[in-house]
């Protein structure tokens, strides 16, 4: 099977999430503290175009909503990163497992501190997601806005490194989807596989050793802080912002969609 020129990238970072004390700031600041580095995607086009071009549009932002400033909500230990919560985008699950903390990532992080618990609702969990067709006048319009039919199961869901879409029942795609990190071929007549990490799969597997859990909840915050379409004028991603820059635009782009209510004591 021929695979198109198109692709995505996400970069990662670490983001920590500090309690604010006085009553006239937002309840919380966020702050990046790591980088670990880009994430590069081939889409399989010719297979499942509608489903990589929900995908691409989210990476790009093309209908002014997307990736960017979104965490990964879940990290299964073994098995998978979940992300693509763009309607709780900043929200997490509660790390209760905190069994690798204080280890070392591969010197990307000096060290983990043990995470500071944020108590935040059971929708955190990542059950919201919004697909790129959500919009009126679009040429892919459905019925629910919020998702996509199944396209198919033409690609397996069998090696490390497919990206496929998380769902909640059959013909439910929105914008969440699932980076695998072991093969699980029985979601091959369940979800549809759409992409494959090309470059930067050290960094999903560090993630997942360190960042995951088996009951999926995330020993630390990590987001998407860029996303971007690759394509044959673009191959890669363009040069990295530097952390400094990035705290700035995100402390500005995190005011304006999160609500006092995000987070409860």
Known sequence: MSVATRGAYFRLVVKKVIPRRHID??????????????????????????TCQNFLDLCNHTHGFGYRRSVFHHVVRGFGLYGGDIVERTRAAQPHDTTNTGLSWSGKVESWAKPEPVNVPEASLGTCGRSSFS????????????????????ISHDRPGIVTMAN????????????????AQYLDSRNVAFAEVTEGMDVIHEIDEFCGSQCGYPLHYVEIAESGVLD???PHPPPAIPLEELNVTMEKD????????LYIE
């Open 168 to 183: 909640n029942g059959p013909n439910t795609n929105s914008s969440r989807f699932v980076i695998l990190t072991s093969p």
């Open 254 to 261: 995190t005011a304006s969609y999160t609500k006092e209510s």
């Open 135 to 154: 919009k009126t006048g679009e040429e892919h319009v459905y019925e629910d806005e919020s998702y996509f039919p199944d396209e198919n199961f033409l």
């Open 25 to 50: 700031q937002p309840k919380y600041e966020h702050k990046y503290i790591s980088d670990l580095g880009f994430v590069k995607f081939r889409m399989f086009d010719e297979s499942v175009p509608v």
């Open 232 to 234: 044959e004028e673009q």
